[in-house]
């Protein structure tokens, strides 16, 4: 799992919300390419063009606000023309309609983003790392070391499946991983796989 590149197709008035929604999945080793920024960056519809077509999957975000988006409705209809999978994550079964109408997806709670991350990083293990029921697909996030002179890279590898990993963030369990130069330790939330705190350290 390295390499991969997932296409967000969202509302405008929706780019806040989908930003918080992926803001953890950005940390690990695959592209995120969300519509809006892609455009407000700078960069044309042309090139927009260009991440959609050499994504392996596509991740629709459905709300009320995205309903009669042009913009959606052709990046799902292009995906799909091309053999691209589309994700949908939707707030309501009647947003999900035409050739997603069927598609499993991932059900938006605005009152539960945890709960709304969790479920979306469940569906992107199975979609990017299809190994089988009883495989655990090894995804890691790498980051640099935040102590001060350290700076070293340390990876938290996710060996255990979503199941566990939920259990754990109800059961107030937090991931960790040491730093091997600083042994700075830094701690995550299992369900969003969200920085929580570093403590320690040379």
Known sequence: MTGE??????????LEL????????????????????????????????????????????????????KWINQEIGYALAKGIPVLPLYESDDLRGGFVADSEGV???RENLS???FNLLCRLRAELAPLGALSVPNW???FPCTLADCGHPVTLE??????KLWKRHTHGQLLDVNCEVCEST?????????????????
Do not use: M, W
């Open 158 to 163: 996710l060996e255990e499946g979503q199941t």
């Open 140 to 142: 890691y996030i790498r």
């Open 18 to 69: 989908v930003q918080e929604l992926f803001s953890t999945v950005k940390n690990f080793p695959f592209g995120v390419h969300i519509a809006l920024e892609e455009v407000e960056s700078g960069r044309s519809r042309k090139r927009l063009e260009g991440r959609l077509a050499n994504s392996d999957l596509v991740v629709a975000v459905l709300t009320t606000q995205s309903a009669e988006s």
């Open 5 to 14: 590149q997932i296409f967000v197709s969202h509302a405008p008035a929706d």
């Open 186 to 202: 830094y701690y995550f939330d299992p369900a969003t796989i969200g920085f929580v705190r570093r403590e320690g350290g040379l």
């Open 115 to 117: 709960f709304t991350v």
């Open 107 to 109: 059900t938006l709670d």
